[in-house]
């Protein structure tokens, strides 16, 4: 018998409904009542990781500490619940096609047809049962990407309908996610697609104990009662999940809808002890009552699209709330900025971030903007490509050095101050080849990030390929831009400071995957205090 219960959340409906979100929600839900929950995420798609996908395709590239390149939403799981997640909470058919192929290669099936039932069924439910068996776990919740009746969910849905057979129905619970729509012309809240989508989960054999539903208009009592009927649950099994000012807000409506307590009654679980968020709660209150305004602008090349830097969005959240100021992010498109608009485009800004990214399309934007706050003392955070930007933009305008760049830019450039890692001169695939993941870096006694930190040896999570070229260190670096965090190992040029300037940090990893609302990232907290001093200094 399993001692592990297993939750699974489908979608029906239409994608984006937040299944995420509601996951990480319930899974804070039980963590709160102590009991000791992961979350995983399934997608359907076809790449073997996202890692190769374009942020317009599916927002940003999450990075766990063992350097899986992931899902966004494992940035939710980790933010809400504190916990790292790794390569094995995140997997998709290109991953699963991947090693049933391998075992297929080293003649693992012993002459059998390899079919999608069983074979790929069982790769899909031994990775969903991988983390119960760790014993790590008391509720593992796994998130089955895209939309009940899509061709390509059908094998995990069939794998979800099997593993109900193998764990028990005590042990597994499935909560099936949908929309109500709202029809404005006939003012009124329609239930039929629901009723639709979980006559096709049934037809796939599978019902659904729990039915959350997305709204942007309360449910009345007798809709309730009228999706239980429709739906085959009870009434307590309908859970309303309303349009909220934060995502953040989402644990506590759960709470109040009594999500966490249908959950446990289905599983036969005890729980010692009402949900304590208490945390959660000084976060919202901090969040939701700011007694300062800032504005942060974000350069980047993808900023049309919300999602392609959630983490760093994220970050700059739980960075405001710590320092109780409310921080409007403005988006600011690297391939609009230029000599002439930059003054106009950041004069009203109190601190500003240059993101991470691949590729020249707009670089020189975000040089630009670099010079602008680094000549007026605007509070300054280059992560990753923002930091390399740093780099280009010092040697260019203080060291002259008019043609220095980075290979990644112009492969034959001269003054190649940012040069390919000698560890991926040799590599020829590009997923999963970056340097990824978690690496230690060392910073300087006498630094301002040694001081924000308070610690001397760091680690943080990486994707880069680029990095500073350690044959220009005498060249670039003098008493004023100094590299103050290096990577032990190797020598690697890990954060660089900028000595005459109130705030000027960059940083070749991204602080943005690590921070929590349990633990707001430093450097974010420390950037935001600085903008907050810029942005009163101003108003003097
Ligand atoms: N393109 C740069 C590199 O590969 C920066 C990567 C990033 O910003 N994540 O080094």
Known sequence: MSKTKYIFVTGGVTSSLGKGIIAASLAKLLQAQNFRVTIQKFDPYINVDPGTLNPYEHGECYVTEDGAETDLDLGHYERFLNIATSQANNVTTGRVYQSVIEKER??????????????????????????????????????????????????????????????????????????????????????????????????????????????????TEELREKIALFCNVKREAVIQSIDVETIYDVPLKMLE???????????????DQA??????????????????????GLVGKYVELQDSYK?????????GAINETQIEVVSLHSEHIDEKNVEAQLQSLDGLIVAPGFGDRGIEGKITAIAHARTHDIPFLGICLGMQMAVIEYSRNVVQLPDANSTEMEPDCSSPVIDLMESQKSVVNKGGTMRLGAW???????????????????????????EFNNDFMATVFDDTLQVVGVNPDTGLVEIIENKKHPWFVGVQFHPEYKSTVANPHPLFVAFAKAALTHALDRKR
Not at 150 to 167: F, K, N, T
Not at 186 to 194: I, M, S
Not at 311 to 319: K, P, Q
Request: some cysteine.
């Open 440 to 466: 230690d870096c060392q910073l300087e006694e006498h630094s301002l990030v040694k001081t924000i930190y308070g610690s001397k040896t760091i680690s943080e999570r990486h994707r880069h390929r680029y």
């Open 106 to 219: 080293r003649g693992e099936f012993l002459g059998k047809t390899v079919q999608v039932i069983p074979h790929i069924t069982n790769e899909i439910k031994a990775r969903m049962r991988l983390l119960g068996e760790s014993g790590d776990y008391d509720i593992v919740i796994t998130e089955i990407g895209g939309t009940v009746g899509d061709i390509e969910s059908l094998p995990y849905i069939e794998s979800v309908r099997q593993l109900i057979w193998d764990l028990g129905k005590e042990n597994t619970i499935v909560i099936h996610l949908t929309l109500i729509p709202y029809l404005a012309a006939a003012a009124e809240l329609k239930t039929k697609p629901t009723q639709h989508s979980v006559k096709t989960l049934m037809e796939s054999g599978i019902v659904a104990d729990i039915i959350v539903c997305r709204t942007e208009h309360e449910l």
């Open 311 to 319: 983490s760093i969005l994220e970050s700059l959240i739980h960075a």
């Open 275 to 296: 949900p304590d968020l208490t945390q959660w709660n000084i976060f919202l209150n901090q969040f939701k009552n700011p007694t300062n305004q800032i504005k942060i």
């Open 257 to 271: 809808e009594g999500l966490d307590k249908a959950v446990l009654n289905r599983l036969q679980l005890k729980s």
